[in-house]
């Protein structure tokens, strides 16, 4: 596709429950970024991919966090025994190579709801 | 870790207005960028700026960086209802990684 494809636009889901996000990056991309927003706040790294390399899983908040890249491409983000603190939009980005000096892509974001 | 911060948290002007708002970070950088958020989803690029400029124009934006005051800037002139979004800087936290800083929400009155 010609952008950052998320899905589901939103998942309410009960606390306990386990979720997976989905992001399907630009073709070509090989970097790939999951950010979390709450509500009126800013955005908090999460985890970063870039090609082939181990990512960077240094802003997971807990180990209920897990988030895997197959083939380079699509990117799936799962919350294990959800809370109702995970609730807040998860952003996914890419670019083109990785370089902080290089853009990000945005998606639209997948607005969870714990309940 | 939190790099970047923007200021102010919020800004409102009226709609023909210059609207100025503040990146501070903590570190030595390459570059830092400036994005968009219109409500509450995907970001927008809107422009780069690199550790040997000062200053970069695109458009109605104006950005500046003063690396000797870890600071950078955002001047939006002769602003529009069409602003009216969050303004967000990211910089690099290690190699590869960008952070983004809480943001400054801008409205724009008509």
């Known amino acids: 596709g010609a952008g950052v494809s998320q899905s589901p636009s939103n998942k309410v889901t009960e606390k306990g429950k386990d979720v997976e996000l989905r992001c399907d990056p630009i073709?070509?991309?090989?970097?790939l970024y999951w950010y979390r927003q709450s509500l009126g706040q800013g955005l908090e790294f999460l985890i970063y991919?870039?090609?082939?390399?181990?990512?960077?899983k240094s802003g997971l908040p807990s180990d209920r966090f897990s988030a895997e890249r197959t083939g380079g491409s699509v990117s799936t983000l799962t919350i294990q025994r959800t809370q109702q603190e995970d609730s807040a939009v998860y952003l996914c980005?890419?670019?083109?190579?990785?370089?902080?000096?290089?853009?990000?892509?945005f998606g639209s974001g997948t607005q969870l709801s714990v309940l | 870790s939190q790099q970047g911060e923007e200021d102010p948290q919020a800004l409102s002007i009226q709609e023909g207005e210059n609207a100025t708002m503040n990146c501070s970070y903590k570190?030595?950088?390459?570059?830092l960028q400036w994005y968009r958020q219109n409500s509450g989803r995907g970001l927008v690029h809107l422009i780069l700026?690199?550790?040997?400029?000062r200053e970069k124009h695109s458009g109605r934006l104006r950005v500046t960086l003063d690396t000797s005051k870890k600071s950078s800037s955002l001047l939006i002139t002769a602003s529009r209802a069409a602003d009216t979004a969050s303004y967000f800087c990211?910089?690099?936290?290690?190699?590869?990684?960008?952070?983004f800083g809480q943001g400054t929400r801008l409205t724009i009155n008509p």
């Open positions: 980005a890419s670019s083109k190579g990785g370089s902080t000096n290089e853009k990000l892509f």
């Open positions: 073709s070509g991309h090989t970097a």
């Open positions: 991919f870039q090609g082939n390399s181990a990512p960077d």
């Open positions: 570190t030595s950088i390459n570059n």
């Open positions: 700026i690199r550790s040997n400029e």
């Open positions: 990211a910089t690099e936290a290690g190699a590869q990684k960008l952070v």
